[in-house]
């Protein structure tokens, strides 16, 4: 189902953050054009994440993540007959979203009342490291820093070996979360420009994202006068039915049994200890939390007897909520996950396939299957003969280097 057909969207915009936006807008059926430079195109197509160079199974990873579905086109926005072509897109559009700082919007004449001076109904999308107002409004970041550890989240999660804050767990981790809220920014913006007909400015920023992913704690932390939430002791969860137990293989399931008095007796049975059930220490959650220690090593034994993939046979039937400690790989072929459609599989012809995750949104259970990004300005001819320009006048717009 696409439910944005019809909807045009400009993009002016790099790295993950903001194309991430425009590519959950194109999961829903909006038109997008990304526009690059036509000479450097976005740096993400260059960018070694993770230890992976670019190019790696003949794919560039993240630029497929951050812009599939989407048009590409090169135009030099400096020279003013590239700035004109853009005019021409963002005249037809129900959308413009950008990640230019400020400074770069205003000399390629890009900001609010330059793209609203020439298309008033379009809606202006915008996300930013730090947010549109403030001292730092002007200053760039990513999200390993911005939204990562600006936010407090690396700080809660305490410090890993060699005594470092822990990084972000994977490559573009805060970026999609903050795009996800941009998307959904714009749509709200769609719908009031169909009620009002007023075309809205959206904002959203890497440290807005973080701070929202971390609300709770920094709530608790105000209600306290704590500077840092305390973690909890890992040998003395108040709950240990909300803990994490390592099996015979070395692997990690994780039960999350919040009303654990419910699940207790049978719990005790599934993992071949009834005993405990009745035992007047663990009787009920506070008997269990004040002799926490002790219930936790009891059930840390049990699941110590068995390899991950016996419990897993085991706890197939258990009513409580648990799940494996999944690796990345694992998760990307879930059963579960491919049943509901989530992670689509690209076949690029080298030694692994693509898979790509869907946008997390459905409508009526339905499931729009992706298009793979385009080439780094590969729809550059293709895109101006819509506009109405000729051969030769693309050809001339070539020799003068305005586009690709």
């Not at 804050?165 to 941009?182: C, H, N, R, T, Y």
């Not at 809205?200 to 709530?219: H, K, N, P």
């Not at 991950?308 to 400690?325: D, H, K, M």
Request: hydrophobic fraction near 40%; aromatic fraction near 8%.
């Amino acid at each position: 189902m696409s439910i944005l057909s019809g909807v045009k969207v400009v993009e002016v915009a790099l790295y993950g953050f903001v194309p991430s936006a425009a590519a959950v807008l194109a999961d829903q059926g909006a038109e997008v054009v990304k526009v690059v430079h036509p000479v450097l195109g976005d740096p993400v197509m260059g960018i070694a994440s993770w230890g992976i160079p670019p190019g790696t199974g003949g794919v560039m990873y993240l630029w497929e993540s951050f812009n599939r579905g989407k048009q590409s086109i090169g135009i030099d926005l400096a020279n003013p007959k590239g700035r004109e072509l853009l005019s021409r897109f963002v005249r037809e559009a129900d959308v413009f979203v950008t990640n230019f700082l400020p400074d770069a919007r205003r000399r390629l004449r890009i900001d609010v009342e330059d793209i609203q001076g020439e298309n008033p109904r379009i809606i202006y999308a915008r996300g930013s490291a730090h947010g549109p107002r403030g001292p730092e409004a002007d200053k760039g970041g990513f999200d390993g820093v911005t939204y990562w550890q600006r936010s407090g989240i690396g700080s809660a999660l305490g410090l890993e070996a060699g005594d470092r804050p822990v990084g972000m767990p994977g490559p573009g981790f805060g970026d999609v979360q903050a795009g996800m809220s941009l998307a959904g920014g714009i749509l709200g913006a769609l719908y009031h420009r169909e009620r009002t007909g007023e075309a809205l400015v959206v904002d959203t920023s890497l440290l807005a994202q973080g701070l929202w992913a971390m609300q709770a704690s920094v709530a608790g932390a105000s209600v306290t006068g704590a500077d840092q939430l305390a973690r909890p002791d890992p040998e003395r969860p108040r709950n240990p039915l909300n803990h994490q137990y390592v099996t015979s293989d070395g692997r990690f399931i994780a039960l999350a049994m919040l009303e654990s008095d419910r699940y207790w007796a049978d719990f005790c049975g599934r993992i071949g200890r009834p005993e405990l059930a009745s035992d007047p220490r663990f009787i009920d959650l506070e008997a269990r939390a004040t002799n926490t220690f002790e219930c936790t090593q009891e059930i840390s034994a049990a699941f110590k007897q068995r390899p991950l993939a016996e419990w897993v046979t085991v706890l197939s039937e258990e009513p409580g909520q648990w799940s494996t400690v999944a690796t990345v790989g694992e998760a990307a072929v879930d059963a579960q996950a491919v049943e509901n459609g989530y992670i689509e599989t690209f076949d690029f012809g080298g030694a692994n396939p693509l898979r790509l995750v869907r946008s997390p949104i459905q409508y009526n259970e339905t499931t729009v299957p992706q298009v793979r990004a385009p080439e780094s300005a590969g729809n550059t001819e293709e895109l101006l003969l819509k506009l109405g320009l000729t051969w030769d006048d693309i050809i001339d717009l070539k020799t003068e280097q305005v586009i690709t």
